[in-house]
């Protein structure tokens, strides 16, 4: 059997993506090549359940986003260091409104598109940038206000 990598990926994964983006090219805040490589170069060692992500060239920039597991498919868009650290307040933010077992998963990422007016097809924080990690914070902070 084939070894499943980006170039060779599985296709029940690749099906189970609900509104793939593509495979960025070019580094949206530097315009260097995007290469795929392993995500062991950021970490320093595998990390994950899938070792590939997209890289920036740049080795000032070293914007990155990882891609779906058996994919070659982005998780979102290439983020730079501050784009990384506000999706990283999002998500825990976010994380805590449906893990708190008032909302299913689902039914989170449908109020999260409802408060942010965007399709719940696009509602990843891994598309986000800051200004809209900004407005998921705002939303997930505000329920929480409300529910106390």
């Not at 893990?99 to 998963?105: A, D, I, L, P, R």
């Not at 689902?106 to 999260?112: I, K, Q």
Request: net charge positive.
């Amino acid at each position: 059997m084939t070894a499943l990598t980006p170039w060779n990926p599985d296709p029940r994964a690749v099906r189970r993506v609900k509104a793939p983006l593509p495979a960025p090219t070019h580094c949206p805040w530097c315009q260097a090549r995007v290469s795929i490589v392993k995500n062991s170069e950021i970490y320093g060692s595998p990390h994950g359940d899938w070792p590939w992500i997209f890289l920036c060239g740049n080795k000032e920039c070293r914007a990155y986003i990882d891609m779906y597991p058996g994919t070659g498919i982005p998780r979102g868009t290439l983020a730079d260091s501050a784009t990384r650290q506000a999706r990283g307040w999002a998500k825990q933010l976010f994380s805590g409104v449906w893990q708190s077992g008032h909302m299913t998963k689902a039914d989170a990422v449908r109020w999260l598109a409802g408060k942010l007016g965007i399709p719940e097809e696009e509602c990843e924080i891994g598309r986000f940038d800051v200004p809209m990690c900004q407005r998921a914070v705002t939303a997930c902070l505000e329920l929480a206000r409300k529910a106390a």
